[in-house]
């Protein structure tokens, strides 16, 4: 039996018709594989603003109702592979909190890349705490503020896509093809895209004050 139009293999599409059919069985082994990297770009997309007020587990279990709600939908016209899809789905429920909980504070969507993939776009900011981590001493948290600020100032110079072709392949470790498929481009083009931006934050992270910063 060929994939289904979404890609799906025949084994994960018989699942599908399972889940959707009221079978708990089958929707808990549908989500099993997805459930720790969901939760990882679940917490990575997170405003920090409202890191300890909302939980991600919470959020994937909001995440996990949606899509089940709507499974029925996603088999009668599946466009992406399941995967994708619940990773929209999250990126939704995600847009749906923030908005929720910042409200006119979120940031301006005009300096966001605007693709059509859902949820909230990655900011610089989440992008500069993700890779400097956290400092211990007094003296690493002064350097770390100020490597932080000039890392943040030189990711909002890059192009917005490109931004996200990093975050999508180095932290969300979405595969090229999966990547291509989030933000609606050619896999090849989102390749170039990553080695581009790959190359460039190297070069950020090598001028930073307190010495390179290891990817």
């Given at each position: 039996m060929a994939p289904d139009p979404a890609g799906n293999p025949p084994d994960l599409h018989e699942l599908l018709q399972r889940a959707a059919a009221g079978d708990p069985a089958g929707w808990k082994t549908l989500l099993a594989p997805h459930r720790d990297r969901l939760r990882r770009i679940v917490a990575f997309r997170l405003d920090p603003r409202l890191r300890g007020r909302v939980d991600p587990s919470d959020v994937l279990q909001e995440v996990y109702l949606e899509a089940f709600r709507h499974l029925g939908d996603y088999l009668r016209q599946p466009e992406m592979p399941f995967f994708v899809w619940l990773r929209a789905v999250a990126g939704n429920k995600l847009l749906e909190l923030h908005r929720h909980h910042l409200g006119t504070r979120m940031r301006d969507a005009g300096r966001e890349v605007s693709i059509d993939r859902g949820g909230p776009a990655?900011?610089?900011?989440?992008?500069?705490a993700q890779l400097l981590g956290h400092a211990t001493a007094p003296s690493e948290a002064a350097i770390r503020a100020e490597a932080k600020a000039r890392l943040q100032e030189a990711?909002?110079?890059?192009?917005?896509?490109?931004?996200e072709v990093l975050a999508l392949r180095h932290f969300e470790h979405l595969t090229p093809a999966e990547t291509a498929r989030v933000l609606g481009i050619k896999e090849?083009?989102?390749?170039?895209?990553?080695?581009?931006?790959?190359?460039?934050?190297?070069?950020?992270l090598t001028a930073l004050p307190g010495g390179p910063v290891e990817l």
């Open positions: 990655i900011t610089s900011a989440a992008l500069a990711l909002d110079g890059m192009d917005p896509v490109d931004r090849k083009a989102a390749g170039m895209r990553y080695l581009r931006a790959l190359k460039r934050l190297k070069e950020i």
